[in-house]
């Protein structure tokens, strides 16, 4: 009751970020998906959670100067699918660099099944 009309328009206007956050924890990041039992699992999938999210955002704000206009058009879910798409190129990669140095498909299949091949 005692607040001034700006405190109170300036702390309304925070709900609009809150929510946001809300949207994008729930429906991109698993933030109520958990199948935990205990309290403590529980607190350490929201802290997964708020951490995954806090890195989302930084990659969001560590876009370069000239793409500043870019940066207020890009969401929690481009960086969740930008950092999905770095991981999947990466692991393309090391299978790619793995897998080039094997010479003939008995080979590659021996590397990648060796409890089958042990077998026979």
Not at 42 to 48: A, D, P, R, S
Not at 62 to 77: C, D, E, H, N
Request: positive net charge; glycine residues 4%; hydrophobic residues 45%.
């Amino acid at each position: 009751m005692s607040w001034e009309a700006t405190k109170i328009i300036t702390t309304y206007c925070r709900r609009f970020q809150i929510e946001v956050f809300y949207k994008d924890a729930k429906q991109l990041l698993g933030f109520s998906d958990y199948q935990c039992r205990t309290g403590a699992a529980i607190q350490k999938h929201w802290y997964l959670v708020f951490c995954a999210y806090s890195f989302l955002r930084l990659d969001l704000l560590l876009s370069p100067a000239y793409q500043t206009w870019q940066r207020q058009l890009k969401t929690i879910g481009t960086a969740l699918r930008r950092q999905a798409q770095v991981v999947i190129e990466q692991l393309l990669l090391a299978c790619h660099r793995l897998l080039s140095g094997v010479p003939n498909a008995h080979k590659l299949f021996k590397l990648l099944f060796p409890r089958l091949v042990d077998l026979s």
